[in-house]
């Protein structure tokens, strides 16, 4: 099975709804991006 992997342009839209705050962090996980 094929995942597709998210463009330039996702990560960009999924950035933009991660609220701005020193204890959240965006990194990758199982090839996708994730908040922590």
């Known amino acids: 099975m094929q995942i597709p992997k998210p463009s330039d342009a996702d990560k960009d839209r999924f950035r933009a ?7 959240v962090v965006v990194k990758p996980m199982f090839g996708t991006w994730a908040p922590s």
């Not at 709804?17 to 204890?23: A, Q």
């Open 17 to 23: 709804v991660v609220p701005e705050n020193p204890d």
